[in-house]
């Protein structure tokens, strides 16, 4: 893609008013993450709350940047507390980031996707910055290129981000370096490093924000899906207790990732070979209408197929041998998202292959898990319309062929190399087991007519 020519929040708002809304998101959110060190360290009111609110701010963001629509149920309550804490502070572009992000259940082209103007002025309420999130792009860079230009020493600082902003409009939603053509401008680098300093001396608070901060600032971010799980499921209440029994929260997110992540790959899962499967990509994206209906269609599959199984069951959540499935669909959909968006062949490709391999390693963990899981009784566990449920969805024929060949579509391989055979074994492994025994229900005392 060619590059835009940001030279002052004007031309960014123009440049923005072509993009996508996810696309938007991700510029500010960038933008946000360049500015913060400076933001943080020249503050007089950052207090380990307020510098905690905003790094979970800059978080949410970045998520909301790259993850898929279906995945954010709780991350829109998530944004937007995050910027009703860092409210009051100076830490505006956190705050305007992450009311990108609390926007992402509602896209619409007047959405203030970057309200660049918090990022100056201390004299705005966590209110009205909610209020201002209801104006136009326009308007915010409008007024963001006003205030930067009236008020010299906060220009002086933000100026040098305007050319690593020219670079992100090539690259559309990629996360490489946050200083990708010149190294980091004096005044960013001397307030990360007086960040870094501050922050090292406290670990039991701040380690998990070093090292995410710098993976992001490196352009090798930590696994997204883990900084999906921190921005959904540390609670109100964790977030409210500060940030030591936040990073304990995220630790024990962590392991329980990390667990999940680590298995012996089955051999009914084939490992993707990388030659083969850049060659792959490319058929895949030589017809992107047609990868992304497969992909879409896939999605959706699956979805439906778990829905109905919940319904029926009745249930609120799979089985945790299963597990593993719910997250297959979103990464269809994120294949179906980039084969159609706007990024450059080659970013397409890179962006593709990775996210194919992500549907390989997870395949791959459910049939890992269900392979364990099989060395053990089922024998009690489900009532008889659980296991009902389970036969006409997610244990029926349409439901495993879907998996199957949408997988082996992607991956490239025949349907015959992914035998799916611990799913399918397991599946059959709870039809066979005897239902849990369901009290009787005690007869209702006779009625009479008085």
């Known amino acids: 893609m060619v590059q ?12 923005l008013e072509t993009q996508p809304h996810q696309v938007r998101i991700w510029f500010a959110a960038r933008w946000a993450l360049r500015v913060a060190p400076v933001l943080f360290t020249d503050s007089n009111s950052a207090t380990d709350h307020l510098i905690l609110m905003s790094l ?24 937007s507390a995050a910027a009703r804490a ?21 896209p619409n082209p007047s959405d203030p996707l970057f309200v660049d103007d918090h ?17 136009t792009v326009t308007n915010s860079l409008e007024h963001a290129d006003t205030i930067m230009r009236t008020t010299g020493d906060l220009y002086h600082i933000t100026s040098p981000v305007f050319p690593a902003a020219v670079i992100d409009t090539g690259t559309p939603r990629e996360w490489r370096p946050l200083w990708p053509s010149k190294p980091m401008a004096e005044k960013f680098l001397s307030g990360w490093e007086s960040m870094k300093r501050s922050m090292q001396t406290a670990p039991e608070k701040w380690a998990f924000w070093l090292e995410w901060y710098e993976a992001i600032l490196r352009g090798n971010p930590l696994p997204w ?42 051999d009914s899962v084939p490992e993707l070979e990388r030659q083969r499967l850049a060659e792959h990509v490319t058929q895949l994206l030589a017809n992107p209408k047609m990868t992304a209906i497969a992909a879409q269609g896939t999605a959706e599959t699956l979805d439906r197929a778990i829905r109905e199984f919940l319904d029926k069951a009745p249930a609120n959540c799979l089985p945790d041998e299963l597990i593993h ?8 959909r994120q294949i179906a998202e980039i084969v159609t968006n706007s990024a ?10 990775e996210e194919i391999e992500a549907l390989n390693q997870k395949v791959a963990q459910l049939e890992a898990h269900l392979k364990e899981a099989r060395g053990k009784t089922l024998n009690g566990r489900f009532k008889t319309a659980a296991i009902e449920s389970l036969g006409k969805t997610i244990g029926g024929p349409w439901f495993i062929g879907a998996v199957a060949f949408g997988t082996c579509h992607f991956f490239g391989v025949s349907p015959s190399d992914l035998t799916l055979e611990n799913l399918r074994g397991w599946l059959n492994d709870v039809n066979a087991a005897e239902p849990m025994q369901e009290l009787a229900k005690p007869p209702l005392p006779p009625t009479r007519d008085v």
């Not at 835009?4 to 440049?15: E, L, N, T």
């Not at 002025?121 to 209801?134: G, L, P, R, V």
């Open 4 to 15: 835009a020519a940001i030279r002052d929040g004007a031309s960014a708002r123009a440049w």
């Open 56 to 79: 979970r701010a800059l978080l949410t963001a970045s998520v909301a940047a790259t993850c898929s629509a279906s995945e954010f149920d709780n991350l829109e309550q998530a944004a």
């Open 86 to 106: 860092a409210g009051g502070s100076v830490i505006r572009s956190a705050v305007a980031a992450a009311e990108a992000g609390r926007t992402f259940h509602n």
């Open 119 to 135: 990022i100056h002025s201390d004299q705005h309420s966590a209110a009205q910055i909610t209020a201002k999130a209801a104006s």
């Open 225 to 266: 899906d883990l900084s999906l799980r921190i921005a959904k499921e540390v609670t109100e209440e964790q977030w409210d207790a500060g940030p030591e029994t936040v990073a304990e929260r995220i630790e024990e997110i962590r392991r329980e990732f990390e667990q999940r992540a680590s298995f012996e790959r089955p």
């Open 325 to 332: 499935l719910q997250d297959l669909p979103p990464v269809f």
């Open 344 to 353: 450059t062949t080659e970013a397409k490709e890179r962006r593709l292959a």
